[in-house]
């Protein structure tokens, strides 16, 4: 079975952009202080828990060429697992489910959820040592999977850049996932 196991915000949708807005329309004159620093965002994480459990949810944008590649990927075969850290809020994860249908239709065969921020170590666990392949924005969840042995690719984001580990690929987009898949 192939399995592309993928996270979602910043990774399938433009989490970044969503948030920018939501910031606009909330908290006007408040910004992220360094955004090429992934802990700067702490400074409005619950300005963020609270945007991840709204009907922003439910508007979110594809992230660049996510919505080109994955049907592709899912017509030769791959089955699609997401997994978000969004939290546990119905309404909010029923919007999600909804924002992905309608631009990537019948791509996602399942959508988990752990909590707000939450480690994926869990989730992934039930895919070690398979031959799935793993996407992820998030360092320390990337880094998990690596760990498992799972082949792991990194989505470029302002904030990751600085990342360096060998046992992962970084990747400005889809179509460098899908040449990667493709040479194997
Ligand atoms: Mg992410």
């Not at 924002?99 to 996602?108: E, I, K, R």
């Not at 999977?145 to 799972?150: E, V």
Request: proline share 3%; net charge negative; hydrophobic share 35%.
């Amino acid at each position: 079975m192939k399995i592309i196991l993928t996270d979602i915000d910043g990774v399938c949708l433009n989490w970044s952009k969503q948030f920018d807005k939501y910031l606009e329309y909330y908290h006007p004159g408040l910004s992220i202080k360094d955004p090429t620093e992934y802990d700067a965002y702490k400074d409005v994480e619950s300005i963020m828990k609270a945007h991840n459990h709204s009907a922003w949810m439910g508007y979110l944008e594809p992230l660049r060429d996510a919505k080109d590649i994955l049907p592709t990927l899912k017509q030769e075969g791959w089955e699609v697992h997401a997994c978000t850290a969004m939290g546990f809020d119905p309404h909010a994860i029923a919007l999600r489910k909804t924002n992905l249908d309608a631009h990537f239709p019948g791509v996602f065969d399942r959508m988990d959820t752990v909590g707000f921020g939450e480690s994926k170590e869990k989730w992934l666990e039930k895919y070690r040592g398979t031959d799935c392949i793993w996407v992820e924005d998030k360092i320390t969840n990337a880094m998990l999977g690596a760990q498992m042995g799972i082949k792991t690719f990194l989505m470029k984001q302002s904030y990751n850049g600085q990342c360096d580990d060998k046992r992962i690929v970084k990747v400005d987009n889809w179509q460098q996932i899908y040449y990667y898949i493709n040479k194997q």
